[in-house]
């Protein structure tokens, strides 16, 4: 979500005259932190990056920095007081305030410190830079009406509200017409999308009708949240072709007491459960996690919990955090926080466990034949190794050769947004390798636009149909006085 509202930052910044400046060039005029402000090491990050640029503004007075996001609203004027070379600070309500905050800005000499309470526009109304010529993220929601007691993301960004479904549609077919082939629907929980509007059967809807976009090949969405999680939803998934059978399900805590003390709404046997009803409509569905460990007052026997659902759950990969107090959530003042050695020690076993179930998991696809969308900068040693990356369609990572059986590589034939069948040959805890040639290679709209160097840019999405791009040329006038 983070990364999306970035998107929309650098078209804000682009529609107001704003060009991106070149990685090379280390004074630019503008530079903008977008923050998280989930974990402490947020905060540690932004003030050392922040500290990092006083020099170098000082040597370019013109330089301006703004700081935004839910580290800016949750820290608010304390970010100019512990940075006071800072321009800008604006928070999650009013991204689409910064041009206008960075020209005071300009003409005040003075920092602009703006945080709004509510929201003040959809973002999804906002223009876009697309990162991606294939994959798009398109918001379905905002804020959270949750109230995990670790969590301070309700706090930042607010109450859900809930987009319409004409709108979401709209979208998406804008960002399919030019070329994109993926789409995740994001949402801080996408499946109790529709309590706006009174239809707790919402999301599965919008899956279904996102099948019948034609060109629109993958559909992911993130993240849902157990205790809304519908049978709907599971039926939608297994019966509408393109809704790729992955799923992203935070667990937090496979302990009931935990689960309690954190205030999720459900327990590990409904966790379970829902695992279960999923692998049964979805044989190979590929389910990821969200996992806390050392969160106030967890016992040794919590933890082991934990670990028994891991086993049982049989993830393909997870995300493992350490608990980390925020101030401002109710677990920050909760008793029995435990000594950091504890957590480590914890965390380390956790970690062990699951590459050790994630490596079984993806070693079952050793010799299967898998579709691959072709990415840009997955693989960190893609260039020494000769290969390319992507993701297959349940979102493992594969890495895969290019190079035909008589040697001759397809490298230069195969695009970001190209579409590779290959067969897995090797398996590691968190990707796959396929070192034999590939199966099949499709040439798509969206590996055209990567090799051209066009990303859709989406101007603001209202109601009705949007449009991406320069306006198309309108018809000379056959008849009558063209007007000016």
């Known amino acids: ?24 060039d280390d004074t630019p005029d503008i530079v903008v932190f977008n923050t998280c402000a989930v974990r402490e090491n947020a905060d540690n990050r932004l003030y050392g990056n922040l500290g990092r640029l006083r020099p ?60 709004l309470e509510s929201l003040d526009v959809f973002p999804s109304t906002l223009p876009t830079r697309r990162e991606s010529t294939y994959a798009g993220w398109v918001s379905i929601s905002v804020g959270c009406n949750n109230t995990c007691t670790f969590c301070i993301v309700p706090a930042l960004r607010g109450k859900e509200k809930d987009r319409r479904p004409g709108d979401i ?15 995740t629907l994001l949402g801080q929980n996408v499946n109790s999308y529709g309590v706006e509007f009174g239809d707790r059967y919402a999301f599965g809807k919008l899956l279904r009708a996102c099948g019948d976009i034609d060109g629109l090949e993958r559909v992911r969405f993130t993240s849902p949240h157990p205790k809304d999680f519908t049978d709907d939803v599971i039926a939608a998934m297994a019966e509408t072709p393109n809704v790729c059978h992955s799923l992203h399900m935070p667990l937090q805590s496979g302990s009931d007491d935990v689960l309690r003390a954190m205030r999720r709404s459900y327990r590990s046997e409904r966790y379970l459960g829902i695992i ?28 082991q919990r934990t670990l028994d659902v891991v086993r049982e759950a049989r993830f393909s990969s997870a995300f493992t955090f350490q608990y980390s107090k925020r101030p401002g959530t109710p677990a920050a003042t909760m008793d029995d926080q435990l000594p950091k050695q504890v957590v480590q020690e914890r965390y380390e076993r956790l970690i062990e466990t699951v590459e050790e179930i994630t490596w079984a998991e993806n070693k079952r696809l050793l010799g299967e034949t898998v579709e691959v969308l072709v990415a840009v900068g997955e693989g960190r ?17 594969v890495h895969f050769a290019t190079d035909t059986p008589d040697g001759e590589s397809m490298a230069s034939q195969i695009r970001p947004g190209d579409i590779v069948h290959t067969t897995i040959t090797y398996a590691a805890p968190h990707h ?30 209202l109601l009705g149909l949007p449009t991406i791009g320069a306006p198309p040329v309108a018809a000379a006038p056959t008849a009558g006085c063209a007007t000016h």
């Open 56 to 115: 170098v503004k000082d040597k370019h007075p013109g330089m301006q920095i703004a700081v935004g996001g839910c580290l800016a609203q949750k820290d608010r004027g304390e970010i100019v007081r512990k940075a006071p070379w800072v321009d800008v600070v604006f928070g999650t309500h009013n991204i689409g305030s910064l041009p206008v905050l960075l020209e005071r800005a300009r003409h005040n000499a003075a920092a602009e410190v703006e945080i």
């Open 276 to 303: 279960e009803k999923v692998r049964a409509a979805m044989p190979d569905a590929a389910i990821t996690t969200d996992i806390i460990v050392g969160f106030p007052g967890e016992t040794e026997a919590d933890f």
């Open 1 to 24: 979500m983070n990364v999306h509202d970035s998107e929309r930052i650098s078209g804000l910044l682009e529609q107001a005259g704003y060009v991106r400046a070149v990685p090379a």
């Open 432 to 461: 796959l390798n396929a070192d034999g040639a590939p199966v099949a290679h499709r040439r798509t709209r969206a590996g055209d636009a990567a090799e051209a160097g066009r990303s859709p840019r989406t101007p603001g999405v």
């Open 169 to 183: 549609l709209s979208e998406v077919r804008a960002l399919v017409d030019e070329g994109v082939l993926e789409v």
């Open 381 to 397: 040693k893609d260039e020494r190794t000769g290969r390319m990356s992507g993701r297959a369609r349940d979102g493992r990572l």
